[in-house]
Structure formats: structure tokens, C-alpha cells
């Protein structure tokens, strides 16, 4: 990945991070399985250095659903949506004490140094940089894969309440898909990940894993083998 290149130059301090969880918002539709994730992530950071990204969730749901019935501008509302992102974040980091959020990138590598799980509270970087259109067509889940590519993670997980991405996702009963190009991806508009990711990770060479965070031991099998039921997005 192009962000492992820049921190391997001279003049840039590495953060040294392994890999970064987007968790989604509709894993907190369960909180017991969201503990259990947790504690899985918690052993795996034995031995991986992790960093967290927060979904919307439920609390995004919420800001939409008023949005809609109420003839709300998108552009309007965008500020409260990653906001929603910010309380999930506070959440996780209630749910489980090795968890800490962090609200820039210094405050990241000093929770790492620390031996923390960093969980990143991400509006006010993002009102701050100000790159992010404030539409339907950028989520989460590349505003995560964004931050990823800013620590240069090696790994960046996408972690939903389905299994991975799938031919049609109005059917997803239908075959997984397993392996998928981002070219490919590009062309089948929305799936389980949002419409802005296909393009960001093949501007910056990043490959990624979606997982269903419901069943922990694929995230586990994933980071160890490098290989668990879910979809790999290849770069191209």
C-alpha cells in the first residue's frame, strides 16, 4: 500500500499500526455479541498492533430516519450522522476498558504506546480536513479505509452484519462472493460497502476483508491465516 511506502521514506515517523477495524453500526443491534468481538480484538492485540473505526449504527439510523420524514438536506444533517459515528465510538470504549478513544493522531500514538486498543472519534478530524463529501455516497466505510491509509495500516477490515459482499445484496441468500476486484466492484453500485470505497483503495493500492463481526472467529482465522468466510477486495 501507497502509505507503507511513505512511512518506510525519511523525514516520517511510522505508527506502527498492523490492523484497522471498521466496526459497523448494525453489529450494536446485538451488544453481547459486540463483547464478544471486543474480547476477541483484545486477545488478537496480544500480538497486533489494532486501531478501531466506529459505525453510525442505530444512533445514524436515527438522524436519517428524522431526516426522511422530515424533507431534511443530506448536507445538513451530515454533521449529526458522524457524530452518531462519535458516540459509538464512546460506547466501545465503555463496553471494554483496554479501549480508548482518541480524537487526532497523536492521541493515537500515544494510546498505542500505552498498549491501548485506539478507537477513533473521527468528526472533528473530519470537519477539520474538510475532504469528505457530505452525501450518501461516502459512509464509514471510507472514511475509515481513509484513516487507514493516514496511519498506514497493513490490514484494513470492514466488519458488518453480513457475511461479505454478494452478487445481489437485496438477495443475500444467494452465493458469497469471495473474492472481488475493485474494478468489478465499482460497476455493481451499492453492496454491504459503500459507493466511494471501490475508488479510494485503488487510488491508494489498499486491499481489504469484509467479515460478518457477528461471528468472531472469522476475524480471528482472517488476521492469523489470512484466510475466513467473508469477500477480499483486491486493488486494480
Not at 480484538?41 to 430516519?65: A, H, Q, Y
Not at 467479515?211 to 480471528?220: F, S
Request: hydrophobic share 40%; net charge negative.
Amino acid at each position: 500500500m501507497i502509505s507503507r511506502e511513505i512511512y518506510n521514506g525519511k523525514g516520517f515517523v511510522p505508527f506502527g499500526i498492523d490492523t484497522f477495524i471498521k466496526m459497523g453500526g448494525s453489529l450494536f443491534e446485538n451488544i453481547d455479541n459486540v463483547k464478544e468481538l471486543l474480547n476477541n480484538i483484545v486477545k488478537l492485540s496480544e500480538k497486533e498492533s489494532i486501531v478501531v473505526f466506529p459505525g453510525g449504527g442505530p444512533l445514524d439510523n436515527l438522524v436519517e430516519k428524522i431526516a426522511d420524514e422530515n424533507n431534511l438536506n443530506i448536507t445538513d444533517v451530515c454533521p449529526a450522522c458522524l457524530r452518531a459515528v462519535d458516540q459509538i465510538g464512546f460506547i466501545i470504549c465503555a463496553l471494554n476498558s483496554n479501549f480508548i478513544p482518541v480524537e487526532d493522531l497523536g492521541e493515537l500514538r500515544k494510546a498505542v504506546g500505552k498498549g491501548k486498543i485506539p478507537v477513533i472519534i473521527p468528526s472533528r478530524m473530519c470537519f477539520i480536513l474538510d475532504v469528505f463529501t457530505r452525501t450518501n455516497d461516502i459512509t464509514s466505510d471510507t472514511i475509515g479505509a481513509y484513516f487507514s491509509f493516514l496511519v498506514g495500516a497493513d490490514k484494513y477490515i470492514i466488519l458488518t452484519n453480513t457475511d461479505g459482499i454478494y452478487a445481489n445484496f437485496n438477495q443475500p441468500q444467494q452465493a458469497l462472493i469471495e473474492n472481488i476486484s475493485t474494478c468489478q466492484l465499482n460497476k455493481m453500485g451499492h453492496t454491504s460497502v459503500d459507493l466511494s470505497l471501490a475508488s479510494f483503495i485503488t487510488a491508494v493500492k489498499m486491499n481489504v476483508w469484509v467479515g460478518n463481526g457477528n461471528y468472531p472467529d472469522r476475524l480471528i482465522d482472517y488476521i492469523t491465516k489470512g484466510e475466513a468466510h467473508g469477500t477480499k477486495i483486491v486493488s486494480l
